[in-house]
C-alpha cells in the first residue's frame, strides 16, 4: 500500500575515489546503490511519502546488498524478487571535477532483464496516486519492456497519474527503435518531463516550447515539463498554459556530481503534487532538490528531508505556495 510505486532496475555502483581519473586507471573504489528509478524513490521516501519499486536481482552478493539498502531507505520491496539464474547489474563511473563522469555498465542479460509482465497484475494499485515511469528500464531487454508496457496500461486502465522521463541511455536495441518508442511511450504519461538535449535527439530541436508542443500530441499527455538546466524548466499545458520556472544558481566551486540530479527534479515535482501543491510550486521543488543533488557526490545523497528542503528555501530567500 503505497502512494507513489515505479519499475526500474537498481545498479550496484562502484565510484571512483580519485578525480579525474579514467574508469581503466582508477584503483580505489567505493560501493553505492544506483539506478535512476530507485533514486527516486529513495527520495519520495525522504520526503515523507510511501512507495513501492518494482524490480527483480540476482541471487549473489550484490542482489543482496541491493534489497539490504533498499529497505534501509524504508523504499517498499514487496515487488523486488531474487532470480537463481541471472545476476545483479552493476556499473563503474569515475570522478570528475567537472562534468558529467563516465559511466560503464554490467547489465546485458542482467535479473531485471529477465523480469517477466507476470509481477504486473499481483502488484496493490489501491492506494497509488503516482506512477513514474523512466525509459531506462524498457530499453534493457524486450522482456523487460513488455512489463514496462503491461504496467503502463493498467495504471493507465486505473485512471493513476503518470510521469514519464525519457532517461535516455545507450542500452536500447538501436538508436532508430530508441526515439520511436521513447516517443511512442511518452504518450501514454500524463506528465512528461524532457531535457533539452533529449528532445534535441528524440524530436529534432532543443527549443522547450517546441518540444513541449511535440509531447502534448500524445494521447494521455496534458503538461510538459522541459529541463533547461541552470536556467530551470519551461511549462506548457494542454489548455495552452506556458511559463518559466527559474532554477537555483549554484556555484560552479560548489558541484560535485551532476548524476540524480533528474531524478531529483523528478521526485520534486511527485511529492509536491502529492501534497497538493499546483505546478508551479512544484516545478520550483523539482529545481531545489536538482540544485541540492549536484552538491554531492552520491546518486541520491543531496535528496532532503522536509527540514532540509525547508532550510534550503530559507537560505534562497523563497517559499512553498
Known sequence: MSEVITIGEPL??????????????????????????????IGVKRLGHSVQYISRVGEDPFGEFVKKTIASHKVGTDYVSYDPDHWTGHQIKNLVT??????????????????????????????????????????????????????????????????????????????????????????????????????????????????????????????VIVKIGSKGAFVKTSNGDKYTVAGFHVDQKDIVDTVGA????????????LEGKNMKTAVMRGNAVGALQIQTPGDNDGYPTPDGLKKFYEEQGVTED
Not at 13 to 22: A, L, R
Not at 27 to 34: T, V
Not at 161 to 188: I, Q
Not at 263 to 273: M, N, S
Open 12 to 41: 550496484v555502483t562502484f565510484c571512483s575515489k580519485e578525480p579525474d581519473v579514467s574508469l581503466a586507471d582508477a584503483l580505489e573504489w567505493h560501493k553505492i546503490m544506483g539506478g535512476a528509478e530507485l533514486n527516486v524513490t
Open 98 to 223: 567537472h562534468g558529467d563522469p563516465n559511466v560503464f555498465n554490467y547489465r546485458k542479460n542482467s535479473a531485471a532483464c529477465h523480469l517477466t509482465k507476470d509481477i504486473i497484475n499481483k502488484v496493490d494499485l489501491s492506494d497509488v496516486k503516482i506512477a513514474h515511469m523512466s525509459g531506462i528500464f524498457p530499453s534493457i531487454s524486450d522482456t523487460a519492456e513488455e512489463t514496462f508496457r503491461a504496467l503502463f496500461k493498467r495504471l493507465n486502465d486505473n485512471n493513476i497519474l503518470t510521469t514519464y522521463d525519457p532517461n535516455l541511455r545507450d542500452t536500447w536495441k538501436s538508436h532508430d527503435y530508441m526515439v520511436k518508442t521513447e516517443n511512442e511511450l511518452a504518450g501514454y504519461a500524463d506528465i512528461v518531463m524532457p531535457g533539452v538535449e533529449e528532445g534535441k535527439i528524440l524530436m529534432g530541436s532543443d527549443d522547450p516550447e517546441e518540444i513541449a508542443d511535440f509531447y502534448l500530441k500524445g494521447e494521455r499527455t496534458n503538461t
Open 262 to 273: 533528474g531524478d531529483g527534479f523528478a521526485l520534486g515535482v511527485i511529492t509536491a503534487l
